[in-house]
């Protein structure tokens, strides 16, 4: 199998490189774009959670976190309380600091390696201003159909997770942990640059693979099922093309929902640069994704069945982008929208917690 599978990878890469010669412009064009995407998003929208991820478990926040949140997620995730950063941190974000996240508790021996890989199957999912502001408001030209995606996509990463309490839940064992940080002025000093070093070579990761996927995507050749294929592989591009198509809204909706939870290839490579060096297997990933993906197709559909936006409004209306905003408004925003949802988040799993322990009680009592 990994002979025929690295045969694949062979002719794919002659493919491309042919078509490279045969149709240089158009390579060069998509090479620019996805160029362009790194410096205007996906660094300014990841590389600070990258430092502050690295930061806080360097510091010993992972400690106070498992003190304070382990008899939240205990009872919904089987996971720690230091979980909660991936959770969190994964929904406020974007791809893949869920991932860098769960690698970097289980190094530092505040997991297992086992509760490390559940939180790969939900923890890394894509943050609210992609979803609301470029899918949404952006390619769809609806805020409307941007939260009716967002929320669908958090209620199927908590779905998953649930399901994914039960995999491998025996035979943990602890992880070695690590000499905890200093808490003098040169430990915070040798943290932040370690936090800043393993931040680059994260972003670099993550930029050499939408680089990577960008071109080979401009080696598809153009027919029906190409959007799906595109957004299979990389997903930007690949809803940008969804979105564009004629078919029914609903549907339309449903189907950008379930690419949104699955991430796509280029994700998955991603996730697999940053997990390599840590161990930590690629399967919960990818079976969690897929379930994800499904959770949010029907998710998607029963919700835009029961509250029915105008189809016109949905698809057509007219907004500022996030990017036409003045410099000073889109640092607010991006503050006020990490803190609020990190605070709902954090809030919703004590909600969830909280019944669990009322369900188990009412259960004793009997």
């Known amino acids: 199998m990994n002979r025929v599978l690295k045969g694949i990878?062979?002719?794919?890469?002659?493919?491309?490189?042919?078509?490279?010669?045969?149709f240089p412009a158009e390579f060069l064009h998509q090479g620019q774009a996805a160029?362009?995407?790194?410096?205007?998003?996906?660094i300014p929208s990841l590389f600070p959670f990258f430092i502050f991820c690295g930061l806080f478990l360097s510091l010993g926040g992972a400690?106070?976190?498992?003190?304070?949140?382990?008899?939240?997620?205990?009872?919904?995730?089987?996971?720690?309380?230091?979980?909660?950063?991936?959770?969190?941190?994964?929904?406020?974000?974007?791809?893949?600091?869920?991932?860098?996240?769960?690698?970097?508790?289980?190094?530092?021996?505040?997991?297992?390696?086992?509760?490390?890989?559940?939180?790969?199957?939900?923890?890394?999912?894509?943050?609210?201003l992609f979803v609301v502001g470029s899918v949404g408001a952006g390619m769809l030209g609806s805020p409307s159909a941007g939260r009716i995606l967002y929320i669908t996509h958090i209620a199927a990463a908590f779905l998953?997770?649930?399901?994914?309490?039960?995999?491998?839940?025996?035979?943990?064992?602890?992880?070695?942990?690590?000499?905890?940080?200093?808490?003098?002025?040169r430990g915070a000093a040798a943290a932040i640059g370690e936090s800043v070093t393993n931040a680059i070579a994260n972003i670099l990761k993550v930029c050499a693979f939408v680089l990577l996927f960008s071109t080979f995507?401009?080696?598809?050749?153009?027919?029906?099922?190409s959007p799906f294929v595109h957004a299979l592989l990389e997903i930007t591009g690949g809803i940008n093309k969804i979105a564009a198509t004629d078919m029914n809204a609903c549907l339309k909706l449903s189907i950008i929902s379930a690419f949104l939870a699955f991430s796509g290839v280029s994700v998955l490579c991603q996730v697999s640069s940053v997990i390599s060096s840590?161990?930590?297997?690629?399967?919960?990933?990818?079976?969690?994704?897929f379930i994800q993906g499904v959770t949010a197709f029907f998710l998607t559909a029963v919700l835009f069945s029961v509250f029915p936006p105008d189809t016109a409004e949905v698809f057509a209306q007219n907004v500022t982008p996030f990017a036409g905003l003045p410099v000073y408004k889109q640092l607010l925003y991006s503050i006020a929208?990490?803190?609020?949802?990190?605070?709902?988040?954090?809030?919703?799993?004590?909600?969830?917690?909280?019944?669990?322990?009322?369900?188990?009680?009412?259960?004793?009592?009997?």
């Open 160 to 185: 998953t997770g649930l399901i994914f309490r039960f995999y491998k839940s025996g035979g943990e064992y602890t992880h070695r942990a690590l000499p905890p940080a200093s808490g003098t002025a």
């Open 35 to 42: 160029v362009d995407l790194c410096l205007n998003i996906v």
């Open 337 to 366: 929208a990490a803190i609020g949802w990190s605070i709902i988040s954090v809030a919703l799993l004590m909600l969830a917690a909280f019944v669990i322990e009322c369900i188990n009680w009412l259960r004793n009592r009997k």
């Open 278 to 289: 840590a161990g930590l297997s690629l399967k919960p990933y990818v079976i969690g994704k």
């Open 9 to 22: 990878i062979l002719l794919l890469a002659g493919y491309v490189t042919a078509l490279m010669f045969l």
């Open 217 to 225: 995507t401009a080696a598809l050749p153009n027919f029906k099922g």
């Open 63 to 128: 400690r106070l976190l498992s003190r304070i949140l382990s008899p939240v997620m205990r009872p919904i995730f089987n996971l720690p309380g230091a979980a909660a950063l991936a959770y969190v941190l994964g929904i406020i974000s974007g791809y893949p600091v869920g991932a860098v996240c769960a690698s970097d508790l289980y190094s530092r021996g505040e997991c297992t390696k086992n509760e490390a890989e559940r939180m790969l199957a939900f923890c890394n999912n894509s943050g609210p």
